[in-house]
């Protein structure tokens, strides 16, 4: 809820303050409304600095950081299983829904027959919209069916309305609102599970000691997936025909089922001290003997 609720409302509210500004400004000064927009976009950023700042560590980490010294060879030894898990699945969650957001518009405006730049927005909105009835639901779900399943969930509806889109795109293209409907469902399904599961599996996955590091590790290589996915998706529409956009979306859904099943486990319910506990037996047997804790918990 606090990083992929606020990241989709984040869209939601940037294309409604770009329609705002648009109807204030209108389609011959496009220059003001770019430059407006993203002044508007810098303040809520810089306001996060002042809470990050005040923000407080928790006891947990206090008493369990590894500052100096840090294992990682040993890290990777435990939890090498894992990290395919979440590194995998974050790079093919991202690889999809990075360009399906950035090039959002450009895909809208391809099946709208006049192309207009605000009827493109309003559709976006609604696409945008869609988007957050997902993320409350997969929060709803993630104790209940567990994480792995929720995560498998989301993946299994890139495979579902892709292949939808995908291979009626040619009919489903001349009915703007129900294309529409459809790429917003698999938006949907899409944040309901990786979108909101991969931030958590990502961190309950991982003694405290090295969460941050194995976090941050995943984090990264779903961001190159994003890079390697919105670089792709133009070769992909120009040699392949627009509707493998769609295409692929569901190979790598059933890739991201597989990748979740075989790979990330299921800490639902799990207590993290006891697998701190166990890491820390793991690194003394391996002959690690550094220190545990900041100064801050120690004084």
């Given amino acids: 809820m606090v ?61 369990g950081a590894i500052k100096r010294r840090v294992p990682y060879m040993l890290v990777i030894k435990r939890y090498w299983w894992s990290l395919i898990g979440t590194c995998g699945s974050w790079f093919i969650f991202d690889f999809v829904s990075a360009p399906n957001g950035v090039f959002s518009g450009t895909i809208i405006s391809s099946v709208i027959h006049d192309r207009s730049i605000k009827r493109t927005a309003e559709w976006q909105l609604l696409l945008g919209s869609m988007a957050l009835p997902g993320i409350l639901a997969g929060a709803l779900l993630c104790n209940k069916m567990g994480r792995r399943n929720t995560m498998m969930l989301g993946f299994s509806g890139y495979l579902v309305f892709g292949l939808i889109i995908g291979l009626s795109y040619d009919k489903i293209t001349k009915i703007v609102p129900l294309f529409v409907v459809f790429y917003g469902l698999m938006q949907s399904i899409a944040a309901l599970g990786p979108g909101n ?79 701190d506990a166990k890491f820390m037996e793991f690194l003394a047997e391996n002959g690690w003997n550094g220190e545990v804790g900041d100064e801050d918990s120690k004084s």
């Fill in 3 to 63: 990083t992929s609720f606020v990241l989709t409302l984040g869209g939601f509210l940037a294309v409604s303050v770009f329609l705002v500004v648009l109807s204030a400004a209108g389609t011959d000064h496009l220059q003001t409304v770019w430059r407006v927009c993203f002044g508007v976009g810098i303040v809520l950023p810089l306001a996060v600095f002042y809470f990050r700042l005040r923000m407080v560590h928790s006891k947990l980490y206090r008493d």
């Fill in 197 to 275: 599961m991969l931030g958590l599996v990502s961190a309950e996955s991982y003694a405290t000691p090295v969460r941050g590091t194995c976090y941050g590790l995943s984090a990264a290589i779903g961001k190159a997936g994003a890079a390697v996915g919105t670089q792709a998706f133009t070769p992909i529409q120009v040699n392949l025909g627009k509707k493998w956009t769609f295409i692929i979306a569901a190979i790598c859904g059933i890739s991201g089922v597989l990748t979740t099943f075989s790979f990330v486990p299921d800490m639902t319910g799990v207590d993290f001290s006891e697998e």
